[in-house]
């Protein structure tokens, strides 16, 4: 019976035990559930560089510089020295030092005041996060709150805390921010004197302010220094060499370098402290000096801004990112970001256009298009220089740049198919825009910016496949698959037309010359002279250039030729001279085939003259040639026959041109001899059904409001008619030559317009006419 009683009474003291240990337990548990400690301290955002070089810093939200300090940047000298300084046995207790509890109670109590401390750093870092009046209440609540950070923490990101959040004085908080504001270092390149000097400035800020107080700093380091010597922790070496070490500390201004791309990180990824960037610093600054060298020469002739992108064609990495020529020129507009405001791209949409061109087996590059003044719907391009050349081939008109050809090529494939292609690529204004863009936008009817050219360029380095450009050292990992704009094929035939050099777009003087970088590029001029481009690409890197003015101020002189390349020129000189990345190799569907020189067709028996043309096995067009065709005439070559109308005897078969309509008027126009086929038989009682006239002027179902003026008539024809006939309602209005012009009044209301030639072939038209009252 005793022993039953002695049992059940060391099992009660053997259950209170329990429900003391646990009592307390589940009491902290439920305070942490119910009053949660939040950790959510506000740090400035650093923007750094490839090499984890500071680029830029920006004040946290409280307008405090409380720069984040990473796990990694917490050498093992500054962790031991901060440790010999505030917490030695900082990694054997939970958050509590009891030993230093009771110490400094006792004293506190001996001397009627407070004399001595307890705080371990964990909760000094509460008192970081929560500041509270010095009570024992406070005090109270500081261990239940550095328990519950004990908790959910570990011990290196407790001290992680604690350094983000160390005060030093006016607006400065956080070792990582005295070491680049007092030092112009990061921590990890910081000296033990340096360290320890940081080290004590917290517990006496108003006394021990860097810069101004240094001589009096000097002595408590050595102190501290002496004392460390004392204990041991560092090596007597180290610690002579830290006693004699002079203090170079003052204020600085904070980090500022790259600002466009800096403030464009920062708005972009608000929420994390260190945004670790692709930006090579070396390349940044190399191109940042070489821009606003270069527009410091353009000032005299008006123009006044810059932008550059270089992009890594390897990584797709951004290593140089220059927004303007000089971001501190408030007068010319300095801090916008040229790289990503919208400007008309001019011509430089043109490769793309050709390239989808090749993809699609309409041409290929000795393929031959008209470059003679053209009509589209009311639409009428020019040309850069207002000059045509008749009959070119597609690689002409690319280097050349020419603008009716890429007007026809366009309508062809139909702005809305090209429009898709742009799309894909990420041009996001002319996704906004597409729904009203037409021909024009081959020519710089829209909108886009340098980094989406750039990025685009980038594509036919990259074998036509396209990716977005990585800003971040984690984008490497993330990025998405490549997507295939056009085929590698298709890169392979625009870069080699971008990389002749017998070409307009060359600057002056940079022909046979070593400054003459071996890339492909393209130039743009916008309308109104208010934009120069050129974008160039080699193996290794795209740099697309931008120079104009921001206030949209057009200049004569300004042009993607003469004004923009020779900065591409020197970029390239710059990052890349003498490459010895090699050249890209031909597709794996690339073939070699002959030619006729005139058309860039397969050649027929009459072509004579062939040529080597690159092209896209079972895709390119394979048409046999029709440059010249078979005419019937009589023997004096003064008449031509068709079939209906061949006489028995007295005639013979010849080869003629097989020239366009509208390059025979262009020819007529301009007086240029050609071959003519004779005029056909005028006893033929044939009518002919195909081929008539074409009426360039008006346009059909336009609306024309006049004012006392009058319209112009004209047409084209086929090469074997000699007089048109122009009626209006159905009434002669005259009778002339194919190429004369015609004018006229027109009376109000709906108009007909007819145009027949000497063959009875006949067109018509109608359009709206408002008379101004």
Not at 154 to 161: F, M, N, P, T, V
Not at 203 to 229: D, V
Not at 409 to 421: G, N, T
Not at 489 to 518: C, G, K, M, V, W
Request: glycine share 6%; net charge positive; proline share 6%.
């Amino acid at each position: 019976m005793l022993e039953v009683v002695k049992k059940s009474s060391f099992q009660r003291i053997f259950n209170l035990r329990n429900g003391l240990l646990i009592s307390p337990l589940i009491l902290f548990f439920l305070l942490d559930i119910f009053f949660p400690f939040r950790v959510k301290p506000s740090y400035s955002t650093l923007v750094t560089a490839a090499d984890g070089s500071v680029l830029h810093a920006f004040l946290n939200k409280e307008d405090k510089w409380r720069i984040y300090t990473e796990l990694d940047e917490i050498t093992p000298i500054l962790r031991q020295t901060i440790l010999q300084k505030e917490d030695k046995y900082f990694y054997y207790h939970f958050g509590i030092n009891p030993f230093a509890l009771a110490k400094a109670a006792v004293n506190n109590l001996l001397r009627q005041r407070r004399v001595s401390g307890a705080s371990t750093i964990t909760m000094q870092v509460v008192r970081l996060l929560e500041p509270r009046k010095r009570t024992y209440t406070s005090k109270m609540i500081e261990v239940f709150r550095a328990t519950q950070l004990e908790v959910h923490y570990s011990k290196d990101e407790i001290l992680q805390l604690y350094l983000n959040l160390v005060p030093y004085g006016s607006n400065i908080e956080g070792m990582k921010s005295a070491s680049l504001l007092y030092f112009g270092k990061l921590p990890q390149l910081l000296s033990l004197a340096e360290i320890t000097t940081l080290a004590i400035i917290p517990n006496r800020p108003s006394s021990l302010r860097l810069g101004k107080n240094n001589g009096f700093i000097i002595s408590e380091r050595n102190k501290w220094l002496k004392r460390f010597e004392q204990t041991g922790v560092f090596k007597q070496r180290d610690i002579e060499d830290a006693l004699q070490e002079p203090l170079n500390a003052y204020r600085r201004e904070a980090p500022k370098k790259a600002p466009h791309w800096a403030i464009r990180m920062q708005k972009e990824h608000k929420n994390t402290p260190i945004v670790h960037t692709t930006l090579l610093a070396n390349r940044q600054i190399q191109a940042e000096q070489i821009t606003k060298n270069y527009v410091n020469r353009l000032r005299s002739i008006n123009i006044h801004n810059a932008a550059v992108l270089v992009v890594n064609n390897q990584t797709l990495n951004v290593e140089a990112y220059v927004g303007s020529a000089d971001f501190q020129n408030i007068f010319d507009g300095g801090q916008v970001d040229g790289i990503r405001a919208v400007r008309s791209p001019g011509s430089t949409l043109k490769p793309l256009l050709y390239g989808v061109a090749f993809d699609r087996g309409l041409l290929s590059p000795k393929s031959t298009l008209n470059d003679v003044p053209t009509n589209f719907g009311g639409f009428e391009p020019e040309n850069f220089d207002r000059h045509f050349n008749g009959k070119v081939t597609v690689e002409f008109a690319l280097a050349n740049s020419l603008n009716i050809p890429a007007v026809k090529v366009l309508k062809d494939i139909s702005p809305s198919v090209f429009i898709e292609y742009l799309k894909k690529a990420d041009f996001q204004t002319i996704k906004k825009q597409s729904k009203d863009l037409g021909l024009s936008m081959i020519l710089g009817g829209c909108g886009v910016t340098l980094e989406e050219l750039t990025r685009l360029f980038a594509s036919f380095a990259n074998q036509g496949k396209i990716q977005p450009l990585h800003y971040l050292q984690s984008n490497e990992k993330t990025t998405k698959p490549a997507e295939v704009l056009i085929s590698a094929e298709a890169s392979y035939l625009i870069t080699n037309i971008l990389t002749q050099i017998t070409r307009p777009d060359l600057p002056n003087n940079f022909d046979n010359t070593y400054h003459l970088p071996r890339i492909a590029w393209k130039t743009g001029t916008s309308y109104g002279k208010k934009d120069a481009w050129s974008i160039g690409y080699n193996q290794h890197y795209t740099v697309g250039v931008w120079i104009g003015n921001f206030s949209g101020t057009g200049v004569p002189e300004l042009n993607g030729a003469n004004i923009a390349t020779p900065l591409l020129f020197d970029i390239f000189n710059a990052i890349d001279y003498n490459s010895p990345k090699g050249w890209f190799r031909p597709a794996a569907n690339i073939i070699s085939r002959k030619v006729c020189a005139e058309s860039g067709d397969a050649p027929n028996s009459f072509c004579n003259h062939q040529i080597i043309d690159y092209a896209i096995m079972g895709i390119s067009p394979s048409r046999k040639c029709q440059h010249l065709k078979w005419v019937f005439t009589n023997k004096n070559e003064t008449l031509s026959y068709c079939s209906q109308c061949l006489p028995d005897t007295g005639f013979q078969r010849k080869l003629y041109p097989n020239l366009s309509p509208e390059l025979i008027a262009y020819n007529e126009s301009k007086q240029i001899p050609y071959v003519k086929i004779p005029s056909h038989n005028p006893y033929c009682t044939r009518i002919f059904q195909a081929g008539g006239p074409t009426i360039t002027s008006p346009n059909d179902g336009s609306e024309y409001f006049l004012d006392d003026q009058q319209m112009q008539l004209s047409c084209q024809v086929s090469n074997d008619v000699t007089m048109v006939y122009w009626y209006v309602n159905d009434k002669l209005v005259e009778k002339t030559k194919p190429q004369s012009p015609v004018f006229f009044s027109p009376p109000p209301g709906k108009v007909k317009i007819s145009c027949s030639d000497d063959r009875g072939r006949n067109s018509d038209i109608y359009i709206n006419v408002t008379i101004a009252k």
